[in-house]
C-alpha cells in the first residue's frame, strides 16, 4: 500500500492505493473499488539551501540542494556537497529561519550554521613539570581519544586525563568531534 492516499476517480474521493506499476507515469489500484488508474508522479521539490560551515575559526558559506520537506535538526549530520566547492561532512550547530530555532524544514530555513566534522582541530593541554602546554592539531572527526592511552605531540608523549565533551560533562573516551578539549600529563 501507498503511503499517502490518493484520489480515486471511481470512488470519487482519496483512498488507500496500490503501486501497479511505476514509471513516469505511476499506475495505480484503488484498494476500494479495484479501479485501476494513472498518477502523475509527485515531483521532489528542492530548495537551495544557505550553509554556513566553520571550521576552527573560519567560516565558509555553502550552498546546497535539498528536499523542501526534510527535517532539520540542530545536532544532525549534513553533507554539504556544494557543486562549486568541496563535499564536507558537518554537524549542523544552529537553524535560523526567522529566527534561530533548534529544529525546521528546509524550506523555512534561511541560514544553516554547521561545523566540519570531517576533520576538526583538536585542543590539547599537556602538563609538563608544573606548567601546561596549550597544543593544537588537526585529526579526523571519528578519530577515538581514550583516556589512559599513550600519545605524541610535537615533542611532547603524555598521557591522556581526562576528555572534556562539546555537549556536556566528561567522557573516558571519544571521537574527536565531540570532544572541546584534552588533558594529559607528560610521560
Ligand atoms: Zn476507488
Do not use: Y
Not at 122 to 147: A, N, W, Y
Amino acid at each position: 500500500m501507498l503511503e499517502d492516499q490518493i484520489f480515486c476517480p471511481a470512488c470519487g474521493t482519496d483512498t488507500d492505493h496500490t503501486l501497479i506499476k511505476s514509471g513516469q507515469e505511476n499506475l495505480v489500484r484503488c484498494d476500494d473499488c479495484g479501479t485501476v488508474h494513472p498518477v502523475e508522479v509527485k515531483r521532489v521539490r528542492l530548495v537551495n539551501l544557505k550553509v554556513i560551515v566553520n571550521w576552527d575559526d573560519r567560516a565558509l558559506p555553502h550552498f546546497i540542494t535539498i528536499r523542501a520537506n526534510e527535517l532539520l535538526n540542530v545536532g544532525d549530520e549534513l553533507l554539504v556537497d556544494d557543486p562549486t566547492k568541496d563535499v564536507v561532512m558537518t554537524q549542523i550547530t544552529s537553524l535560523e529561519t526567522d529566527r534561530r530555532v533548534r529544529s525546521a524544514l528546509a524550506e523555512t530555513v534561511k541560514t544553516v550554521w554547521a561545523r566540519a566534522t570531517d576533520e576538526v582541530p583538536l585542543r590539547i593541554t599537556v602538563f609538563r613539570g608544573g606548567k601546561s602546554h596549550p597544543l593544537k592539531i588537526t585529526v579526523p572527526g571519528d578519530e577515538l581519544l581514550e583516556v589512559g592511552e599513550k600519545r605524541r605531540v610535537e615533542n611532547f608523549q603524555f598521557i591522556i586525563v581526562k576528555i572534556k565533551l562539546r555537549g556536556e560533562g566528561f567522557a573516558d573516551a571519544a571521537e574527536a568531534k565531540n570532544i572541546v578539549r584534552v588533558w594529559g600529563r607528560e610521560i
